[in-house]
């Protein structure tokens, strides 16, 4: 079966750091892109971050460029999401996300498994 669990949510003030990973099993890792998303109370499921297989490709949502950083250890099955000058308005739970299709997809639809979420709030 495969599985994707994150960890590395919490609480932490605006302009903090965190680091998100999401270790994958029963699946061969480094064929799937992975993704991260993030829903907010009373939002929609919005994307974040996405890196291709071989981890030389990523993509940003516009929200998030220049503060977060996605990677990869394909050996260790694990992807990273560190988060860096934290906002309030980033509170959300996060979730990772594998896709075995062409590419980085920006839309969650085109994922194949997912994990069930880690909660990220950021205070003022």
């Known amino acids: 079966q495969v599985q994707l669990v994150e960890s590395g949510g919490g609480l932490v003030q605006a302009g903090g750091s965190l680091r998100l990973s999401c270790a994958a099993s029963?699946?061969?890792?480094?064929?799937?892109?992975m993704g991260w998303f993030r829903q907010a109370a009373g939002k929609e499921r919005e994307f974040v971050a996405a890196?291709?297989?071989?981890?030389?490709?990523?993509y940003y949502a516009d929200s998030v460029k220049g503060r977060f950083s996605i990677s990869r250890d394909n050996a260790k099955n694990t992807v990273y999401l560190q988060m860096n000058s934290l906002k309030p308005e980033d509170t959300a739970v996060y979730y990772c996300a594998a896709d075995q299709g062409p590419g980085i997809a920006t839309i969650g639809r085109f994922y194949d498994y997912w994990g069930q979420g880690t909660q990220v709030t950021v205070s003022s």
């Open positions: 890196i291709s297989w071989s981890g030389s490709d990523t």
């Open positions: 029963g699946l061969t890792f480094s064929s799937y892109a």
